[in-house]
């Protein structure tokens, strides 16, 4: 046994008291860089934000809205594919969705978080030509491996999504706010 507690092999036991220092010193700067990339790990950002580029569509009731265009995904949490997002860890986030719907068309929102809905938004615009906007920010406690994702709501018949360039985009963020 070491100085400090540790337990070595009989064939390190047998070596003079310099190496015996030399294997404590190495042992030691093993556990420091151990802790630090743990550390780094629990500090690492867990964000995204994405949108829907440059386009416009309908989607049917309770339809999860898949936000192609990945701005940023920092820790790959978000998936593009299928619009959802899945927490790495346990604690508290935040979401915040913008949707857009043009030419006197519905649009009701919801976020959802293990098929338990968190919040929602909508909007209706009311002149053809024109287009509305709704946003919507939301907290709430994850699970590690949790879904969290946008989707369309039972409210609405039409669910005209509109996202253009240089004028409102329909986007989606998402982030850790508190580690548990």
């Known amino acids: 046994m070491c100085a400090t507690g540790h337990i070595f092999p009989k064939s390190i036991q047998n070596t003079t008291s310099s190496d015996e220092e030399l294997m404590e010193n190495r042992l030691e700067i093993i556990e420091t860089k151990i802790a630090s990339l743990e550390n780094e790990r629990k500090t690492q950002p867990i964000l995204f934000y994405a949108i829907v580029n440059d386009k416009s569509f309908t989607l049917n009731t309770q339809s999860t809205i898949v936000f192609e265009t990945v701005v940023i995904n920092e820790g790959d949490h978000y998936n593009k594919n299928d619009g959802v997002f899945v927490a790495p860890q346990d604690g508290v986030y935040m979401f915040s969705w913008t949707v857009s719907t043009p030419d006197a068309n519905w649009l009701m929102t919801e976020l959802v978080v293990e098929e338990k809905v968190i919040s929602s938004t909508g909007v209706r615009?009311?002149?053809?030509?024109?287009?509305?906007?709704?946003?919507?920010?939301?907290?709430?406690?994850?699970?590690?491996?949790?879904?969290?994702?946008?989707?369309?709501?039972?409210?609405s018949g039409s669910n005209y999504i509109y996202s253009h360039n240089n004028l409102q985009r329909t986007s989606f963020l998402g982030m850790l706010i508190k580690a548990d």
């Open 125 to 155: 615009d009311v002149d053809s030509g024109s287009r509305s906007s709704a946003s919507m920010t939301a907290f709430c406690r994850m699970k590690r491996d949790e879904h969290a994702f946008v989707r369309t709501t039972g409210q």
